[in-house]
Protein backbone atom coordinates (compact mmCIF):
# COMPACT_ATOMS: atom_id res chain seq x y z
CA UNK A 1 0.00 0.00 0.00
CA UNK A 2 1.26 3.52 -1.04
CA UNK A 3 0.28 6.93 -0.89
CA UNK A 4 0.00 8.43 -4.59
CA UNK A 5 -1.23 11.89 -4.20
CA UNK A 6 -2.79 13.96 -1.48
CA UNK A 7 -5.29 17.08 -2.55
CA UNK A 8 -6.14 19.68 -0.36
CA UNK A 9 -8.62 22.41 -0.69
CA UNK A 10 -9.46 25.12 1.64
CA UNK A 11 -7.19 23.01 3.95
CA UNK A 12 -5.10 25.61 6.82
CA UNK A 13 -2.71 27.58 4.80
CA UNK A 14 -4.06 25.75 1.36
CA UNK A 15 -7.05 27.94 0.71
CA UNK A 16 -6.60 27.15 -3.65
CA UNK A 17 -6.81 23.28 -4.63
CA UNK A 18 -2.95 21.63 -4.43
CA UNK A 19 -2.67 18.37 -5.56
CA UNK A 20 0.65 16.77 -3.88
CA UNK A 21 1.71 13.89 -5.86
CA UNK A 22 4.43 10.96 -3.78
CA UNK A 23 5.99 9.74 -7.17
CA UNK A 24 8.73 7.38 -5.87
CA UNK A 25 9.47 6.03 -2.66
CA UNK A 26 10.72 9.03 -1.12
CA UNK A 27 9.64 12.63 -1.02
CA UNK A 28 10.60 15.52 0.59
CA UNK A 29 8.83 18.59 1.28
CA UNK A 30 11.27 21.38 1.80
CA UNK A 31 10.46 25.23 2.45
CA UNK A 32 11.53 28.30 4.75
CA UNK A 33 9.58 28.13 8.49
CA UNK A 34 5.70 28.67 8.13
CA UNK A 35 4.93 28.01 4.70
CA UNK A 36 2.89 25.31 5.37
CA UNK A 37 4.93 21.25 5.38
CA UNK A 38 3.07 20.13 9.36
CA UNK A 39 -0.12 21.22 7.59
CA UNK A 40 0.33 18.74 5.21
CA UNK A 41 0.87 15.94 7.51
CA UNK A 42 -1.99 17.71 9.62
CA UNK A 43 -3.96 16.72 6.50
CA UNK A 44 -3.15 13.14 6.58
CA UNK A 45 -4.20 12.79 10.37
CA UNK A 46 -7.37 14.45 9.59
CA UNK A 47 -8.49 12.77 6.56
CA UNK A 48 -7.88 9.75 7.93
CA UNK A 49 -10.50 10.39 11.37
CA UNK A 50 -8.37 12.51 13.71
CA UNK A 51 -11.00 13.78 15.86
CA UNK A 52 -8.83 16.01 18.07
CA UNK A 53 -8.43 19.73 17.44
CA UNK A 54 -5.13 20.07 19.78
CA UNK A 55 -3.52 17.50 17.70
CA UNK A 56 -4.01 19.35 14.43
CA UNK A 57 -2.50 21.71 16.57
CA UNK A 58 -5.96 23.98 16.58
CA UNK A 59 -8.84 24.91 19.22
CA UNK A 60 -11.80 23.59 17.80
CA UNK A 61 -12.45 21.32 14.53
CA UNK A 62 -13.45 24.50 12.03
CA UNK A 63 -9.60 26.14 12.34
CA UNK A 64 -8.68 23.26 9.93
CA UNK A 65 -10.77 25.90 7.40
CA UNK A 66 -8.64 28.65 5.72
CA UNK A 67 -9.18 31.57 7.78
CA UNK A 68 -8.48 34.08 5.08
CA UNK A 69 -5.00 36.39 5.05
CA UNK A 70 -3.96 39.76 3.82
CA UNK A 71 -5.97 39.82 0.51
CA UNK A 72 -7.57 36.38 0.95
CA UNK A 73 -10.90 36.13 2.57
CA UNK A 74 -12.09 32.92 4.42
CA UNK A 75 -13.36 29.85 3.12
CA UNK A 76 -16.12 28.29 3.78
CA UNK A 77 -14.72 24.53 3.61
CA UNK A 78 -11.69 22.34 3.45
CA UNK A 79 -11.46 18.91 1.86
CA UNK A 80 -8.66 16.70 1.92
CA UNK A 81 -8.33 13.29 -0.48
CA UNK A 82 -5.63 10.76 -0.13
CA UNK A 83 -4.99 8.30 -2.99
CA UNK A 84 -3.82 4.97 -2.53
CA UNK A 85 -2.26 2.22 -4.55
CA UNK A 86 -3.50 -0.52 -3.28
CA UNK A 87 -2.44 -3.05 -5.70
CA UNK A 88 -0.73 -4.97 -3.51
CA UNK A 89 -4.05 -5.77 -1.37
CA UNK A 90 -2.85 -4.31 2.07
CA UNK A 91 -5.88 -3.17 2.58
CA UNK A 92 -7.98 -6.99 2.78
CA UNK A 93 -11.31 -8.13 3.15
CA UNK A 94 -13.44 -6.08 1.14
CA UNK A 95 -11.35 -3.69 -0.05
CA UNK A 96 -8.99 -5.84 -1.94
CA UNK A 97 -10.46 -5.85 -4.96
CA UNK A 98 -9.80 -2.20 -5.22
CA UNK A 99 -6.19 -1.55 -7.09
CA UNK A 100 -6.98 2.44 -5.68
CA UNK A 101 -8.54 3.69 -2.83
CA UNK A 102 -9.82 7.24 -2.45
CA UNK A 103 -10.61 8.82 1.03
CA UNK A 104 -12.08 12.02 1.24
CA UNK A 105 -12.83 14.11 4.07
CA UNK A 106 -15.16 17.96 3.73
CA UNK A 107 -15.79 19.64 6.49
CA UNK A 108 -17.92 23.12 6.38
CA UNK A 109 -17.85 26.31 9.11
CA UNK A 110 -21.34 24.51 10.90
CA UNK A 111 -18.95 21.47 11.40
CA UNK A 112 -20.41 19.42 9.08
CA UNK A 113 -18.16 16.94 8.36
CA UNK A 114 -18.36 13.80 5.67
CA UNK A 115 -16.16 10.77 4.80
CA UNK A 116 -16.18 9.26 1.06
CA UNK A 117 -14.62 5.86 0.23
CA UNK A 118 -13.96 5.85 -3.65
CA UNK A 119 -16.40 8.73 -4.03
CA UNK A 120 -18.97 7.07 -2.34
CA UNK A 121 -19.91 9.15 0.90
CA UNK A 122 -19.76 6.73 3.95
CA UNK A 123 -18.91 6.63 7.51
CA UNK A 124 -16.11 8.02 9.52
CA UNK A 125 -16.09 4.24 11.23
CA UNK A 126 -15.68 2.87 7.71
CA UNK A 127 -12.64 4.73 7.32
CA UNK A 128 -11.33 4.06 10.43
CA UNK A 129 -11.99 0.00 9.52
CA UNK A 130 -10.16 0.87 6.59
CA UNK A 131 -7.08 1.49 8.42
CA UNK A 132 -6.85 -0.75 11.56
CA UNK A 133 -4.10 -3.20 11.65
CA UNK A 134 -2.85 -1.20 7.99
CA UNK A 135 -0.03 0.67 10.10
CA UNK A 136 -1.89 3.72 8.72
CA UNK A 137 -4.90 5.43 10.79
CA UNK A 138 -4.72 9.13 12.55
CA UNK A 139 -2.36 8.19 15.69
CA UNK A 140 -0.69 5.86 13.78
CA UNK A 141 2.82 5.02 14.10
CA UNK A 142 3.65 5.29 9.73
CA UNK A 143 3.36 9.19 10.70
CA UNK A 144 6.44 10.54 13.25
CA UNK A 145 5.22 14.69 13.23
CA UNK A 146 7.47 16.84 15.27
CA UNK A 147 7.80 16.50 18.73
CA UNK A 148 6.47 12.65 18.82
CA UNK A 149 9.65 10.97 19.53
CA UNK A 150 9.94 12.95 22.53
CA UNK A 151 6.00 12.13 23.43
CA UNK A 152 6.52 8.20 22.73
CA UNK A 153 9.95 8.70 25.28
CA UNK A 154 7.41 10.37 28.11
CA UNK A 155 4.61 8.75 27.41
CA UNK A 156 2.48 6.56 29.60
CA UNK A 157 2.58 3.08 30.06
CA UNK A 158 -1.13 2.40 28.44
CA UNK A 159 -0.43 4.62 25.47
CA UNK A 160 3.17 3.00 24.75
CA UNK A 161 1.19 -0.13 24.62
CA UNK A 162 -1.54 1.03 21.98
CA UNK A 163 1.51 2.28 19.53
CA UNK A 164 3.17 -1.38 20.13
CA UNK A 165 -0.27 -3.21 19.88
CA UNK A 166 -0.97 -1.00 16.53
CA UNK A 167 2.24 -2.06 14.97
CA UNK A 168 2.17 -5.88 15.99
CA UNK A 169 -1.66 -5.56 14.34
CA UNK A 170 -3.44 -6.56 16.88
CA UNK A 171 -5.56 -3.59 17.45
CA UNK A 172 -7.73 -4.69 14.99
CA UNK A 173 -8.89 -7.65 17.03
CA UNK A 174 -9.21 -5.66 20.18
CA UNK A 175 -11.44 -3.19 18.31
CA UNK A 176 -13.69 -6.36 16.97
CA UNK A 177 -14.00 -7.53 20.61
CA UNK A 178 -14.89 -4.16 22.15
CA UNK A 179 -17.59 -3.69 19.57
CA UNK A 180 -18.90 -7.30 20.40
CA UNK A 181 -18.81 -6.92 23.73
CA UNK A 182 -20.87 -3.44 23.46
CA UNK A 183 -23.74 -5.23 21.63
P1 LIG B 1 8.05 24.90 10.44
O1 LIG B 1 9.20 24.77 9.51
O2 LIG B 1 8.20 26.07 11.37
O3 LIG B 1 7.69 23.64 11.14
P2 LIG B 1 5.82 24.50 8.60
O4 LIG B 1 6.21 24.56 7.16
O5 LIG B 1 5.61 23.15 9.19
O6 LIG B 1 6.80 25.37 9.49
P3 LIG B 1 3.03 24.88 9.16
O7 LIG B 1 2.96 24.75 10.63
O8 LIG B 1 2.62 23.73 8.32
O9 LIG B 1 4.50 25.36 8.74
O10 LIG B 1 2.17 26.12 8.65
C1 LIG B 1 1.84 27.17 9.49
C2 LIG B 1 1.12 28.21 8.67
O11 LIG B 1 -0.19 27.78 8.34
C3 LIG B 1 1.01 29.52 9.44
O12 LIG B 1 1.42 30.56 8.59
C4 LIG B 1 -0.47 29.62 9.73
O13 LIG B 1 -0.94 30.94 9.71
C5 LIG B 1 -1.07 28.85 8.56
N1 LIG B 1 -2.40 28.34 8.93
C6 LIG B 1 -2.72 27.38 9.85
N2 LIG B 1 -4.04 27.22 9.92
C7 LIG B 1 -4.58 28.09 9.02
C8 LIG B 1 -5.92 28.41 8.65
N3 LIG B 1 -6.99 27.79 9.18
N4 LIG B 1 -6.09 29.38 7.70
C9 LIG B 1 -5.03 30.00 7.15
N5 LIG B 1 -3.76 29.76 7.46
C10 LIG B 1 -3.53 28.81 8.38
MG1 LIG C 1 6.37 22.19 10.89
Given at each position: MRL?????????????????????NMTAIVGPN????????????WVMGE????????????????????????VGQ?????????????????????AEISVKRQVTRDSQSNYFFNGQKCRRRDISDLFLGTGLGPRSYAIIGQGMISRLVEARPEELRSTLE??????KYKERRRETENR
Open positions: TSIKLVGFKSFVDAVNVPFAGGCGKSNIIDAVRSSAKTLRGESMTDVIFNGSTGRSPASIELVFDNSDGTMGGAYAQYEAAGVS
